[in-house]
């Protein structure tokens, strides 16, 4: 009679990689719900597109590199990566956008530097950052929310937009962008940023039609939802307070501490907290376990710095948002991070 | 006059940092070990001259001088690696005219055949022989480095190289390796 | 440090970083009571069942041993000695499986029983309040006590230290899933324990006592309690159900608030421990003389029929205590000796059963699911959430796999109490423990080569040495040997004989005149021809 040879332990907790990140995208339903509501139908269309070119994608990498690339599917990290990207970018930026965008983050930011747990960038992020920079106009074309929007958009106007770039009536998407007043919307952040620069005051800025709720239409109620899904992770134990936790207080501490010793320039805190990526990008973005610090102290500090990075870009920066490239920075001072906040092993003289 | 002021700048720049990097060179002198001694501290010290020369501390002489570091078969590529991190240079595969790497072994003497000739006495470079003429020798195994150089001069052949048995303290956990099958406990050879 | 005698005497319990909850699984095995499983035809006793050295085999093949007679004694290291667990006839002295996780063979020492278990005369000590210290160690010795915890280290050893104690903790908390060993053995036997523990104070010459127990035992809680009545230097203490409480380190930081400085001892911070089974073992050996020949070994797992505690002798093939306990097998049926949390799988059941063997599982896999493959490490950090020694498992994980062992001894790999609690937690199912008891034994394997280097440069110099020595000796004795021969041919000459010297000059002056006229010749014979040969 002979056994089997195992090592131990022989029994394992039943949360495969897979699980975590089917739990991740189920947590993205109430933001995009949210967007769903306030941008229409186009969110769903990038995430199709989103979802298939990542599938080929990774294929075609797995291929390259010898391997099964239903080993690589298996865990989900493509489908999250995928889904990430297609919820950053403008509901109804053209087809091409997100298809370059989803294979430059699969190819070159994963499968470039060795597939899953190996990129240094977050890909989502990086593949964001790939089409701020190079398509800068269809990349800050934010619909205006729905409920201000001279035309309406339904679903096969959806469809054409993001095929052709025009609705079945022929408007395109500058059209589409003219609010009820006639003039051109721009996203909150961008609006308010502009309207500093031009040395309007921040009561003056906030007078739009958009900003009648407290941070802007609709992006408030997304940002609300996408909280609501980060706390559930936090409380499914996906994933620890500390990242969202130390990138909210590390946006929230400087953006008061503005808003009261240079209140002409500030944005405000309740924009800085409820507007752009900021809740998508504490709970879902900045949380990705592989180019997060590793320690629970080190990801505090992690989640600091990317706040407070957001907060400068969104300052002083080109760019309305900055949570996209804070994150990339952060990454890249992860060895720094995790090289001084390493735990005192026990019998190293720590406290207990 | 601002060409003249600034090679006169430049000039005196030039001083400063070369008075700077003087007296660093004086002031933070590394002594470190004699590279020889650092080499000799690498090799496995088999002594079994299959690199040419004469023993560990003669090859840790040449490669001071110049030698390649990747002569020696029982050090193998981690030791290679270590001589070209110390050497600063890369790291070569192993010289297969010196040899292929090996699992460790011992020499074993079958005693009832041995003369007592001492000829591998002679022969091994740690000593780790013992005996004397006309009486059977027999190896201090575990002074043994697994040179081989006794075998040759064995006039009757009587010299084994066996390899080195894993113990339970030495395991190296190779699971795979485990044999499955029954081993022959003690009741069942009686 | 928050280490303030007050607050450890006031009953505080601290707590530990990380930690798991695994299924107990508890119920299984530790609702019947102790029972005594039945002799078995043969029995092999390997001779090392404890860390250190063998003793030295003192029966032959043939002899007929006593039930507790000793079959080896301790040698020149710091050896214990092996007893016979039944009476019968040594039948074989050689290689067999052991207990031991690699399968490798080690001396065992076969036991034919004779099926009468004929006890040999106890020799407990006569006055035990009046015997010496020495005397109460060397019996427990002669005992072959060894922790029964699951390290094995020898007890007597551990009690020779002799340095200012705060603590004995007696450590009945047995966090691991499934065993319920000590459990039983607290709920039944709950007053020799305490003796033990007593016994052990005042071997220690330490004040006070602590008796640590987990909360998801209440019986055994309740029946210390009452025995500790009797015992007013010993205090219970119950700590919180978490993996690895049990561990050394982890309970002297839940009892005391201190950490066991890295490759220190507990005995470095005033502490020591002992496990309750190993506290039994004491009272029985000194109060009643008996060595150490049995242990509760819990038999549990879905596939056993009759789970529960038994008291086994040591030897014991694991093959019998299945058989007795009616298991049936799967096919890729894992046998699991100790828990499933840090017990090895059995290549097959002739391994017997040893003194640290606390458990032997015998799971389905419905309820231990086998090893799924390894995925990639996705840096999640949850193995670092979980791990009690607040080391970083993801990182030792890669300087594992890339064999830096600078690296993995900067991230303090030796500080790494392989509990298992990151392995359990890792979503990719990755191996994380494997890893690291490979790169130890590694690690230790390298300073072994390097020791064994270090004496082969030594004899390899020492060798030169005595060549040149030889050498120059050997030299040195030729030119004395030519000098002598110059001084007894002066002498010689002086004494009035042929100076050899002069004979050897008179000789070349011969032999050059000789060639000088052999050449005049030549030339006068080529001279005539005008040319030159």
Known sequence: ?352 | MSVLTAILVFGGLALLFGLILGFAAVRFKVESDPIVDQIDAILPQTQCGQCGYPGCRPYAQAIANGDAINKCPPGGDATIKELADLMGVEAKPLDSAHGAEDVKKVAVIREDECIGCTKCIQACPVDAILGAAKHMHTVIAHECTGCDLCVEPCPVDCIDMVPVPTKPETWQWDLQQIPVKMVATADQES | MTADPKTIAAGHIWTFPGGIHPPERKELSNTYPLRELPLATHYSVPIKQHSGEPGDIIVRVGQTVLAGQPLTQVGVGFGLPVHAPTSGTVTAIGPGRIAHPSGLPDIVITITADGKDTFAPPLPIQDVATASRADLLEQLRQAGIAGLGGAGFPTAQKLALQRPLDYLIINGVECEPYISADDRLMREQASTILRGADLLLDITQCPQALIAIEDNKPEAIAAMQAALTDYPRMQLRVVPTKYPSGGEKQLIQLLTGRQVPSRGLPIDIGLVMHNVGTAYAVARAIDHGEPLLQRVVTVTGEHVAKPGNYWVRLGTPVEHVLQVTRYTAETNQRVIMGGPMMGFTLPDLTVPVVKITNCILVPSTAELAPPQQEMPCIRCGACADVCPAQLLPQQLQWLAKAKDYDGLNQQNLFDCIECGACAYVCPSEIPLVHYYRKAKAEVRNIAREKAKAEVARKRFEARNERLEREKAERLERHRKAAEARKQAQAEAVKAGADNPQDAVQAAIARAKARKAAQLKEQQANSEPDGEST
């Open chain 1, 1 to 352: 009679m002979s056994f089997t040879i195992a090592t131990s332990p022989h029994t394992h907790q039943r949360r495969t990689t897979q699980q975590v990140m089917r739990w991740v995208y189920l947590c993205m339903i109430p933001g995009v719900a949210a967007l769903t509501y306030f941008f229409g139908w186009g969110v769903w269309l990038q995430m199709l597109l989103a979802l298939i070119t990542a599938i080929f994608t990774e294929a075609a990498c797995m291929w390259l590199r010898g391997r099964s690339a239903r080993f690589a599917w298996r865990d989900h990290t493509a489908i999250v990566t995928a889904l990430l990207l297609a919820v950053s970018i403008p509901a109804y930026a053209p087809w091409w956008i997100i298809v370059i965008g989803t294979s430059f983050s699969i190819v070159v930011v994963k499968h470039v530097y060795g597939g899953v747990g190996q990129n240094l960038f977050n890909p989502a992020m990086a593949g964001y950052v790939l089409l701020l920079i190079s398509f800068p106009v269809q990349m800050t074309s934010w619909p205006v929310p729905q409920s201000l929007a001279q035309y309406t958009i339904n679903f096969a106007d959806s469809v054409s937009l993001v095929g052709s770039g025009y609705t079945q009536s022929g408007y395109n998407m500058e059209q589409l962008r003219t609010g009820v007043d006639g003039a051109t919307m721009a996203t909150p952040l961008d609006s308010v940023k502009t309207d500093l620069s031009r040395s309007l005051t921040p009561t003056e800025a906030l007078a739009k039609p958009i900003f009648n709720d407290i941070a802007g239409i609709g992006w408030m109620w997304v940002n609300l939802a996408f909280l609501l899904g980060g706390l559930a992770l936090i409380y499914l134990k996906i994933i620890s307070w500390h990242i969202p936790g130390g990138l909210l207080l590390g946006l929230a501490v400087p953006s008061i501490l503005m808003s009261l010793f240079a209140p002409g320039q500030a944005i405000g805190l309740s924009l800085h907290l409820l507007s752009g990526a900021t809740m998508l990008g504490a709970f879902f973005i900045a949380t990705d376990p592989v180019t997060a610090a590793t320690s629970n102290r080190g990801r505090l500090y992690f989640g600091l710095l990317i706040g407070f990075l957001t907060f400068v870009i969104r300052t002083w920066g080109g760019y309305p948002d900055g949570i996209a490239f804070a994150v990339l920075l952060a990454n890249m001072c992860v060895p720094v991070i995790d090289r001084y906040t390493q735990p005192i092993a026990y019998g190293h003289g720590g406290r207990s």
